[in-house]
């Protein structure tokens, strides 16, 4: 029996041409509603949300020649802090000469692992939906925890990485580098950084696989690398993709390499750090005119006494920082660390290094310590991890910056003053920064304290 359907509720026919055509403009326009707005190339974007998880972010930087028609190699970041920015503007350099897209998260940092974990994976899963990523050529590099974040996001996808690049740390023992033997390996710190030994430990069980890799030193400690040690690395990282007939042979590529490293050896003189540069050269260019003068010049620095003493001070010094990383916090270590001290100002140069490296895990501890102190105003804290940091490092003023501040906030404004002073005289030139501490602000307009920050102010360029 037919029923009739009541009036406003008929279902008028549609050809089936235009349903499809309707459904279609429909799933095109949802797709569009989605599509992130196109990112610029040649310029650092500090934050790019990822689509599918907007609580994480990375910050990007696309190469100058970037096209969405081809793939593209590319460079994972991570930074102790968070700072995504760090890693893509130290790169962008090179990124730009080699066409590589650099992605820094802004989500890793050292504390739980859990959510620099979430934020690595969303990253990495955001890149692939967006850009056109060679699945041959993934990257990753960082600093301290950073390069353990490289490391780790390189061994959860192993099958699509070929380098690492690891700066001030490098996670090994058993099981770590599981499956990564085919990948390339750039391992560098400071001169002074206090996981020399680390990164030492590093490069010789590399060395002891037969997998390629590279190591070296720049001036300073514990810290983010010159661009043109990036570069470095960078290039190094290229050569093993031409070397897989991923890129265009390039024999001046491979000539300007070999060239600075050997340059870079020759100005390290008769020292372990050229003995070791030496090394490296003979080890990656074995059958060159340079890896032969190389290996020549190893034989040589091998016998001299100055590098055998270093070698000696290395090991002895290496000991005593493992030593003073099982104490615990208390008055044994401290005056462990005071007897370090005295012995710098006496030491000669290459012991001087040493030590140095030795104190600089114990100063980045007093870092932490200090600014949880000046958050939670505990100035009788303040002013002792201050001032213990101002006697570690002499060469550094800022300490002293806030010895002054934990002063002055206890009534002790004469005594803050000098403090100041002192920073002065250690060479501190950003009086801006002391002029922000609310916890000096007390001091604004006062005769001396303004005299002391029209000290500090840079000399004006000639």
């Given at each position: 029996?037919?029923?009739?359907?009541?009036r406003g509720?008929?279902?008028?026919?549609?050809?089936?041409v235009?349903v499809?055509?309707?459904?279609l403009?429909?799933s095109?326009g949802?797709?569009?509603?989605?599509?992130p707005?196109?990112l610029p190339k040649g310029e650092?974007?500090?934050?790019v949300?990822?689509?599918?998880?907007?609580k994480f972010?990375?910050?990007?930087y696309?190469?100058?020649a970037?096209?969405?028609?081809r793939a593209w190699?590319v460079?994972?970041?991570f930074?102790p802090?968070?700072l995504?920015?760090?890693p893509?503007?130290?790169y962008?350099?090179?990124a730009?000469?080699?066409?590589?897209?650099?992605?820094?998260s802004?989500?890793?940092?050292?504390?739980p692992?859990?959510?620099?974990?979430e934020?690595a994976?969303?990253?990495?899963?955001?890149v692939?939906?967006?850009f056109?990523v060679?699945?041959?050529?993934?990257y990753?590099t960082g600093l301290?925890?950073?390069?353990r974040?490289?490391l780790?996001l390189?061994?959860?996808h192993p099958?699509h990485?070929a380098?690492?690049i690891s700066?001030?740390?490098?996670g090994?023992g058993?099981g770590?580098l599981t499956?990564?033997?085919?990948?390339?390996?750039?391992?560098?710190c400071?001169q002074?950084?206090f996981?020399?030994w680390?990164v030492?430990e590093g490069?010789?069980e590399?060395e002891s696989r037969?997998?390629?890799a590279?190591?070296?030193r720049f001036?300073g400690?514990h810290e983010?690398?010159?661009?043109?040690?990036a570069?470095?690395a960078?290039?190094?990282?290229?050569?093993?993709?031409?070397?897989?007939?991923?890129?265009?042979?390039?024999?001046g590529l491979?000539t300007?390499?070999?060239g600075?490293?050997?340059?870079?050896?020759?100005?390290?003189g008769?020292s372990l750090?050229g003995?070791r540069?030496?090394?490296?050269?003979?080890s990656?260019?074995p059958?060159?005119?340079a890896?032969r003068?190389?290996s020549?010049?190893?034989?040589?620095?091998?016998?001299?006494?100055s590098?055998?003493?270093?070698?000696?001070?290395?090991?002895?010094?290496g000991?005593?920082s493992?030593e003073?990383d099982?104490?615990?916090?208390?008055?044994?270590?401290l005056?462990e660390l005071n007897?370090?001290?005295g012995?710098?100002?006496?030491?000669a140069?290459t012991?001087?290094?040493m030590?140095?490296?030795?104190l600089g895990g114990p100063?980045?501890?007093y870092?932490?310590?200090?600014?949880?102190?000046?958050?939670?105003?505990a100035w009788?804290?303040?002013?002792?991890l201050?001032?213990s940091?101002?006697?570690l490092?002499e060469?550094?003023?800022?300490?002293?910056?806030y010895?002054a501040?934990?002063?002055?906030q206890?009534?002790?404004?004469?005594?803050?003053?000098?403090?100041l002073?002192?920073?002065?005289?250690?060479?501190?030139?950003k009086?801006?920064?002391?002029?922000?501490?609310p916890?000096?602000?007390?001091?604004h307009?006062?005769?001396?304290?303004?005299a002391?920050l029209r000290q500090?102010?840079?000399a004006?360029?000639?």
């Amino acid at each position: 029996m037919n029923r009739k359907v009541p009036r406003g509720t008929e279902c008028h026919h549609v050809p089936g041409v235009l349903v499809r055509a309707l459904i279609l403009a429909l799933s095109l326009g949802q797709l569009f509603a989605q599509t992130p707005p196109s990112l610029p190339k040649g310029e650092v974007v500090p934050r790019v949300a990822c689509i599918a998880n907007p609580k994480f972010s990375y910050a990007l930087y696309l190469p100058t020649a970037y096209r969405e028609d081809r793939a593209w190699p590319v460079l994972f970041g991570f930074s102790p802090v968070g700072l995504g920015e760090e890693p893509v503007q130290l790169y962008r350099r090179a990124a730009d000469r080699f066409g590589w897209i650099v992605v820094g998260s802004n989500d890793s940092r050292n504390g739980p692992l859990r959510p620099a974990l979430e934020g690595a994976e969303a990253m990495w899963q955001d890149v692939h939906a967006r850009f056109r990523v060679d699945p041959r050529q993934s990257y990753a590099t960082g600093l301290s925890g950073g390069a353990r974040m490289a490391l780790t996001l390189a061994m959860k996808h192993p099958k699509h990485f070929a380098g690492v690049i690891s700066f001030g740390a490098f996670g090994t023992g058993q099981g770590l580098l599981t499956g990564l033997g085919h990948l390339r390996f750039y391992l560098g710190c400071g001169q002074e950084d206090f996981n020399h030994w680390e990164v030492l430990e590093g490069r010789r069980e590399l060395e002891s696989r037969g997998w390629k890799a590279l190591a070296d030193r720049f001036e300073g400690g514990h810290e983010r690398a010159p661009e043109e040690t990036a570069m470095s690395a960078m290039t190094f990282l290229q050569l093993g993709a031409v070397q897989q007939g991923w890129v265009t042979p390039d024999e001046g590529l491979a000539t300007e390499f070999r060239g600075n490293l050997e340059r870079a050896a020759e100005n390290a003189g008769n020292s372990l750090l050229g003995l070791r540069r030496w090394q490296e050269l003979a080890s990656l260019f074995p059958d060159s005119e340079a890896g032969r003068r190389a290996s020549r010049r190893v034989t040589v620095l091998r016998g001299e006494p100055s590098v055998t003493e270093e070698l000696k001070l290395e090991e002895q010094y290496g000991s005593l920082s493992r030593e003073l990383d099982g104490l615990p916090q208390g008055d044994q270590k401290l005056r462990e660390l005071n007897r370090l001290v005295g012995r710098l100002k006496k030491a000669a140069p290459t012991e001087r290094l040493m030590i140095r490296r030795v104190l600089g895990g114990p100063i980045l501890s007093y870092r932490i310590a200090l600014g949880e102190a000046l958050e939670r105003k505990a100035w009788d804290r303040l002013l002792l991890l201050s001032s213990s940091l101002a006697a570690l490092d002499e060469r550094e003023g800022w300490p002293c910056i806030y010895a002054a501040a934990a002063l002055v906030q206890m009534g002790k404004t004469s005594e803050g003053l000098a403090h100041l002073k002192v920073a002065q005289w250690r060479g501190y030139r950003k009086p801006e920064r002391i002029r922000a501490l609310p916890e000096l602000k007390s001091l604004h307009g006062q005769a001396e304290f303004e005299a002391i920050l029209r000290q500090m102010e840079p000399a004006p360029a000639q």
